[in-house]
């Protein structure tokens, strides 16, 4: 295994159920998890203890590939299905008469084109990884191999 695949595998595990739509719901917890996969993983690939340096890294970085994924797939899928996120949008805010209509307006020309995508990334990826990051540690805690004393000299 090469040095960044643990964290490519972790990142995969996080956007591939992330986003599921269901079970995408509770996208922390699969960050918390994909951070703990990654360092398992990396403590896998060595004979002595994983250094929390290495496994912090790889969470974040785990973390980072699982916010693109997971941010990618929605998108996509949306956009595959025939219809974009900004009719969505405008749907959303045409069954509700409350919202005043510059509000409205506002609200329709910020979710618009780009901007939905660039919003969503901009939240994703760092909640992403701190709790990729968060889980890694908690990886460090409990998969780090055990360094034994040095033997007496005598």
Same mark, same amino acid.
Request: aromatic share 8%; hydrophobic share 50%.
């Given at each position: 295994?090469? $040095? ?41 690939? !060595?004979?002595?203890?994983?250094? *929390? ?32 996120? #900004? #009719? ?12 005043? #209509? #510059?509000? !409205? $307006?506002?609200? *329709? *020309?910020?979710?618009?084109? $780009? ?31 055990? *360094? ?7």
């Amino acid at each position: 295994m090469g $040095r960044h695949t643990p964290a490519l595998l972790g990142g995969l595990f996080i956007g591939v159920i992330a986003s599921l739509p269901v079970v995408g719901v509770c996208c922390c917890l699969w960050c918390v998890c994909g951070g703990m996969l990654t360092a398992y993983l990396q403590q896998q690939n !060595r004979p002595d203890p994983l250094e *929390t340096a290495d496994a912090v890294l790889g969470g974040v970085l785990a973390g980072v590939i699982g916010a693109l994924i997971a941010s990618i797939v929605p998108i996509v899928l949306v956009s595959l299905g025939g219809g974009s996120f #900004e #009719e969505l949008v405008q749907q959303a805010l045409s069954e509700n008469s409350e919202i005043p #209509e #510059e509000w !409205r $307006r506002r609200f *329709t *020309t910020f979710m618009s084109g $780009r901007n939905i995508a660039v919003l969503i990334f901009v939240v994703n990826i760092p909640v992403y990884a701190v709790f990729s990051m968060l889980g890694s540690l908690l990886g460090v805690a409990f998969f780090r191999k055990k *360094t034994l004393p040095p033997a007496p000299q005598g």
